[in-house]
């Protein structure tokens, strides 16, 4: 589903170059679910952003489902961005003056889907996400968790083959963490290929496998032995207290 080939990433400073990625070779089979780890400023959103067709590497190769993306024009990068990928980004990022449908609804508006139908299929976006109650809430009338739930719902909404999330669980308490990664595992199982970033070794083992990054480079690259199940964990977590 991805790979890449001797992909460097270098930021220019003026005249100081600054290395974020270098010579990094990946390959992800459809439908896997990795974790990306590694210290701060080690290159994960750097590389997400460029698997997300966000931003371009300064040299080195990326086939998303088996197409050259470096040979693309901006505007085809919109449209596989649009089409192929869903991004879900640690603050959430919604429009905060619009209700949860209309931000699910978004990426369908720049696709030319019909009101009828992107009315429709963000309605099952929220439901698949446990928040057919909250379609006509705001963000500000919403908890961290259920913002991110709205993102997540955003990006699936488009039927993506690939779901990538820089720390999604970063903002969050471990309960609604946790109600997070139930909806990533259900996901996978749907067969989607997730790329999710995280500094949380316990939100990783939720994943198939753990790549970790240092200094722009792969230094480990691991299947996970004792996976994590985020629905016999949340079901082991005390209720939250809805009396307060
Ligand atoms: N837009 C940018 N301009 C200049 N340097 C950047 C930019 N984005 C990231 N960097 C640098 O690239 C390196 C990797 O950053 P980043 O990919 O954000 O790491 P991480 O997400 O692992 O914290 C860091 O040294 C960072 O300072
Ligand atoms: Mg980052």
Do not use: W
């Not at 929220?126 to 379609?135: H, S």
Request: hydrophobic share 40%.
């Amino acid at each position: 589903m991805i790979k890449i080939c001797g992909l460097t990433k270098a930021y220019q400073m003026g005249k100081i170059t600054v290395p974020a990625l270098r010579e990094v070779d990946m390959e992800i089979p459809k439908g896997q679910f990795v974790a990306i780890m590694g210290p701060s400023g080690s290159g994960k959103s750097t590389l997400m952003n460029i698997l997300g067709c966000l931003d371009r590497p300064t040299s080195g190769e990326y086939y998303l489902d088996g197409e050259d993306v470096s040979k693309k024009s901006d505007n085809e990068l919109a449209d596989i961005r649009n089409k192929c990928i869903g991004f879900i980004f640690q603050a959430y990022n919604l429009l905060s003056r619009v209700d949860a449908t209309s931000n699910v609804e978004l990426p369908l508006i720049y696709r030319g889907v019909s009101p009828r139908e992107r009315r429709e299929r963000a309605a099952k976006a929220l439901e698949a996400v446990g928040l057919a109650k909250r379609a006509q809430h705001r963000p500000n009338e919403m908890s961290g968790g259920e913002q991110q739930r709205v993102a997540i719902a955003r990006a699936i909404v488009g039927g993506p083959k690939v779901i990538l999330a820089d720390e999604p669980t970063g903002n969050l308490d471990s309960r609604s963490g946790e109600e997070i990664m139930v909806i990533f595992q259900e996901l996978h199982r749907q067969g989607i290929t997730i790329v999710l970033v995280t500094h949380d070794p316990d939100i990783a083992r939720h994943s198939e496998r753990v790549i970790s990054l240092k200094d722009g480079r792969i230094i480990s690259d691991e299947m996970v032995e004792d996976r994590l199940d985020a629905r016999e964990l949340l079901a082991a977590m005390p209720q939250p207290d809805v009396s307060a």
